[in-house]
């Protein structure tokens, strides 16, 4: 799978690693709900660390199109919120 973070590019990540990001996807969206900003910002960045951390980069020319599009680490929780699924950012 194919996964963009916002602003800075795309990796390539395994569909096995989907469990272990789900994880912290119900985190956020559980933050987003409550409004609770220093949890939302921490587990965003926790969530984008994983993604990179997992993930093996794509080159900066290559144009595959994104199975996920994630926020960049800088977006606000309103931003996160407009983006968010019933699922939260990431499906299943």
Do not use: C, W, Y
């Not at 984008?48 to 020319?61: F, N, Q, S, T, Y």
């Amino acid at each position: 799978m194919v996964v963009r973070i916002m602003g800075e590019g795309q990796v390539r990540l395994a569909d096995s690693h989907l469990t272990e990001l789900n994880k912290l996807d119900d985190e956020l969206l559980a933050e987003t709900e409550s409004g609770d900003e220093a949890a939302f910002r921490r587990t965003l960045g926790a969530l984008l660390d994983k993604v990179r951390e997992l993930g093996a980069p794509l080159p900066d020319e290559s144009l595959e199109p994104s199975d996920l599009i994630l926020p960049s680490p800088d977006a606000t929780l309103e931003e996160v919120r407009a983006l968010l699924r019933d699922d939260g950012l990431i499906p299943g």
